[in-house]
T-cell receptor, first 116, second 117 residues
Framework: GAVVSQHPSWVICKSGTSVKIECRSL??????MFWYRQFPKQSLMLMAT?????????EQGVEKDKFLINHASLTLSTLTVTSAHPEDSSFYIC????????????FGQGTRLTVV | AQSVTQLDSQVPVFEEAPVELRCNYS??????LFWYVQYPNQGLQLLLK??????LVKGINGFEAEFNKSQTSFHLRKPSVHISDTAEYFC???????????????FGAGTRLAVHP
């Protein structure tokens, strides 16, 4: 159980276009989802936390107009990279957790975004 | 604020040898501690976690870790590694919460374990 699926696994887009990444909890209801960014050979950097039905909370330095996060249902959150540029190329990972303070977050398999 | 230091960026080891990946944390409050493994181009998989109780925690794939409060460490160990253990390992800390609320994970920089035949 506790499977989190991201789609797509990899995507290539042209500079200036927008791309949407989906994060789904397949067998549980995710009240909270997290979006991370990971640069090559580096650790995960938390971008934002989203709670179902409310606005996402962004970490300092993350542009909320650039990285649009929607958590419209208990099983789906989306990250849209708007007007993508080559510097947005990265590995994006989501995680999701159930309600309850002591439950753990489960990670998706990640999405490799390349902007050309 | 919490922070995590993984002392080794890379650890090369021969197959069937023991390995220890070191992790130290800094926090003025109680914390929960985690080790995750990441295979190339994949997400993170939880190896083990310490929430409370016994300081020796056993996880999946034969890994274990020991919480040492006095040394603020949570080192990961495996007595005999396999080629398939080659991956990136992340130590993470999350501030404990008496109220049951969820605090975000803080990750270390990662340790690349390379197992050689």
């Amino acid at each position: 159980g506790a499977v989190v699926s991201q789609h797509p696994s990899w995507v290539i887009c042209k500079s200036g276009t927008s791309v949407k990444i989906e994060c789904r909890s397949l067998d549980f209801q995710a009240t909270t989802m997290f979006w991370y960014r990971q640069f090559p050979k580096q650790s995960l950097m938390l971008m934002a936390t989203s709670n179902e039905g409310s606005k996402a909370t962004y970490e300092q330095g993350v542009e909320k107009d650039k990285f649009l996060i929607n958590h419209a249902s208990l099983t789906l959150s989306t990250l849209t990279v708007t007007s993508a540029h080559p510097e947005d190329s990265s590995f994006y990972i989501c995680s999701a957790r159930m309600a309850g303070g002591y439950t753990e977050a489960f990670f998706g398999q990640g999405t490799r975004l390349t902007v050309v | 604020a919490q922070s995590v230091t993984q002392l080794d960026s890379q650890v090369p080891v021969f197959e069937e040898a023991p390995v220890e990946l070191r992790c130290n944390y800094s926090s003025s409050v109680s914390v929960y501690l985690f080790w995750y493994v990441q295979y190339p181009n994949q997400g993170l998989q939880l190896l083990l976690k310490y929430l409370s109780g016994s300081t020796l925690v056993k996880g999946i794939n034969g890994f274990e870790a020991e919480f040492n409060k006095s040394q603020t460490s949570f080192h990961l160990r495996k007595p005999s590694v396999h080629i398939s253990d080659t991956a990136e390992y992340f130590c993470a800390v999350r501030r404990g919460s008496l109220s049951g609320g969820y605090n975000k994970l803080i990750f270390g920089a990662g340790t690349r374990l390379a197992v050689h035949p």
